[in-house]
C-alpha cells in the first residue's frame, strides 16, 4: 500500500497517549481526528496553538489527513502574528483556551468524545510521503520568520532513527513525558512522533515544575521516557525531587558537560541520551554524553565543511543546511560540537565561544542559571575585540566569588567585567536565552 502509516500502532486498544492519567487508545485518537475535521474551516494553513500536547496531536493529524499544513513558529507573539498572516493570509488558529488572544480566526478545540469510527472498519490512515506536513519558523537576522517546509515521509523516516536510536524495541509501550512544548521542533520530533512511530504513547500535560515533572511521571505506568533541555534537567537535579523509574531521560536545544549527564544518569540510575538537531534539519545526531563527547550522524546524513562553513545533507534532510555551529568531522559518522559560529569571541587574539564560557560559568557550585554577554560596541565577528559580561542568579554566592572559581576553570582574557548578580533569568520555553530577552536584562542591571 502506498503512502506513510500516521502512526504505528497496529491494534485499536493502542494506547497512543495519556491525559490526565487516562489512556487514550488508537481507536479514540482517530475518533477525535474525525471530529475535529468536521469543525475546522476550508482553510489551507493551520497554527496550532493547543496547549495540551494530545489536542495539538489531533490538530496535527486532522490537518495532515485533509491536506492543511500546520504552521509553527518560535514565538506567538503579536508581531510574530502578523507577519505570519502575511505569510499565510487563510490561516486560522486552533486553541484548546477559550481565551486565547492570538490575533487570528480561531476555531476552539471541540469538547467532548468524538463521533467513533466503525471497529470493524479500523485501519490505520496512510498519508503520501511528499505530502507537505509543517511548516516550522526561525528568526531571521531581521526579525522575519524564515520559514522552513517539512514532508511527512521525511519527519517519520527521521523519528524512526532517533527510536532506534533510543533502544525502543517493540513489545512494551513506554510513556513519554515532556517539558518541552509541541511546536518546537524538537517537542513536535521528540514528544509526539517517536511516539507515534514506534508504538509508544505520549503524557498530554507539559510538566515545568519539578515537583510537577515527578507527578506527571508517577501518575503514568512504566517505563517511562522522560524528554527535557539541560535547563529543567538542572533545575530538577538542584531540587532534590524523587523521580519514579524511567528508563531514559532525552536531551536537546543545547549540549550538556559531562558533569551533569553523570549527575543525571547516577541520581536516576538510567541513561542519558543527548540529540542534536536544528528547527532547519530536524534531529540529526545523538550521542550517550557520559560515554563520548563525539555526537553520532543520522545514517545517509552527511557532515561537509565548505569555506570553512558546516553543511548537512542526505537522508531526511530536505535540503543542503549550512549550520550555525562549529562542527569538527570525526570520520564519516562522527563530529565534535565547538560552539555556535555567531558565539565566537575575539579577546586579546585569543578566541573562545559563549557556549563553552557559558558552559564553564554554569559547572560553579551554587550557580543556579547564568549567561555571558558581549558588551555593547563589542565586536562578535571573531575578528574584533571583544570585552565580556556575564549575568549569573548565584543567591550564594557574589561576583568576587564567582571570578575566582571562574580563574580556575576559563583563561583570564575571558573573564567577565562586570559579573552582574540578579535573582532570575527567565528563558523560553525549551531552556533558551533570545538575544532580544539578554539585552533586555543587561540594560536593566
Known sequence: MDGVPLFAHSQPDDVVAYQRGNAIFARQFLADIAHLRLVLPETRHLLLACQDRYHFAVGFAAGLLSGRVSLLPSTQTPEVIRQLRQFAPDAVCLTDDPDCEIDLPRVLFPAGPGLGPDPVAWSVPRIPADRLAVWVFTSGSTGVPIPHA?????????????AERMGLAPGTCRAFVATVPPQHMYGLESSVLVALHSGNAFCAERPFFPADIA???????????????????????????????????????APLSHQLAAELEARYTTPLLEIYGSTETGQIASRRTTSTEAWWLWPEVRLTTRDGQAWIDGGHVEAPTRMGDVLERQGEERFLLHGR????????GKRSSLAFLDHQLMSIPGVVDGAFFLQEGSESSGTGIARLGALVVAPTLDAAAITRQLRERIDPAFLPRP????????????GKLPRHVLRDLVTRS
Not at 341 to 348: C, F, G, K, W
Open 215 to 253: 507527578a506527571a511521571l508517577a501518575a503514568l505506568p512504566a517505563p517511562r521516557v522522560l524528554v527535557s533541555t539541560p535547563v529543567h534537567l538542572r533545575t530538577l537535579l538542584a531540587a532534590n525531587v524523587v523521580l519514579p523509574p524511567v528508563e531514559l531521560i532525552l536531551s536537546a536545544t
Open 341 to 348: 559560529t555567531a558565539d565566537l569571541v575575539n579577546v586579546a
Open 419 to 430: 559579573v552582574l548578580i540578579i535573582p532570575e533569568i527567565r528563558r523560553n520555553a525549551t
Open 150 to 162: 517539512k514532508t511527512w515521509g521525511p519527519l517519520v523516516r527521521c523519528v524512526r532513527v532517533e
